[in-house]
């Protein structure tokens, strides 16, 4: 896999993680209730579950690219209709601003905390099909074991979340009069995270597989 290729992948990947999502709103929640430790133990279970999405991804990719290079992109096709999809989805939504609201969480002791999270992850089938039509978008065949180039892009991503999410939750247990926002930011938040979709979304159904 070329630098070029990881590259990209790490800039677009950093861009997604930035704006938060529901598992950022679980960890923050933990932080408002419990403090940070309790928001850095959600961010290794949440972790943990992300890790093993990877794994699974991996093995499904190249079970496909075994079929065929046909069916290989194929999947990439599927992906990039599906990352245009929730471009849409999330652009067009409806929502006031309260479904980003930090939702309550009752008080758990930090070894159930990271348990749940990792369950909670695992259990989320929107993680696995984030996977399966992000990452095959920045893969080739030609580049070698497509097993491996899928599990150092799920590394990556991974490391990067976890970098990402820890400091909403170091954010969130340091200022915590300040997390809820106004309505008006969760809908800029949709936007900006509506657009970035459809535009990677357009760049991979467009983009030669020898680029990617």
């Not at 290794?44 to 069916?71: D, N, P, R």
């Not at 599927?78 to 309260?98: P, R």
């Not at 491996?148 to 820890?166: C, K, N, P, R, W």
Request: aromatic share 12%; charged share 10%.
């Amino acid at each position: 896999m070329e630098f070029s290729t990881i590259w990209l992948f790490v800039v677009a990947a950093a861009t997604l993680l930035i704006i938060p999502g529901p598992a950022v709103f679980y960890i923050m929640a933990r932080s408002i209730d419990q403090g940070k430790k309790a928001g850095l133990v959600s961010v290794l279970g949440v972790s943990l579950g992300g890790s093993v999405h990877v794994l699974a991804g991996a093995i499904g990719v190249s079970a496909i690219l075994m079929t065929s290079a046909t069916a290989f992109n194929i999947v990439k096709y599927l992906g990039a209709a599906y990352l245009i999809y929730l471009g849409c989805k999330t652009l067009f939504s409806t929502s006031d601003g309260t479904t980003s609201e930090i939702p309550k969480a009752p008080r758990k002791k930090l070894v159930k905390i990271f348990y749940e999270s990792a369950l909670v992850e695992i259990m989320n089938p929107k993680t696995a099909l984030f996977f399966l039509a992000f990452f095959p978008q920045f893969i080739s065949p030609s580049a070698g074991s497509v097993t491996v180039q899928f599990l150092l892009l799920g590394t990556i991503f991974i490391i990067l979340a976890f970098m990402s999410d820890g400091l909403y939750a170091v954010l969130a247990a340091s200022i915590r009069k300040r997390i809820t926002g106004s309505k008006a930011r969760p809908k800029l938040l949709n936007r900006i995270t509506g657009y970035f979709y459809i535009a990677l979304g357009i760049f991979s159904a467009f983009a030669s597989p020898s680029k990617t």
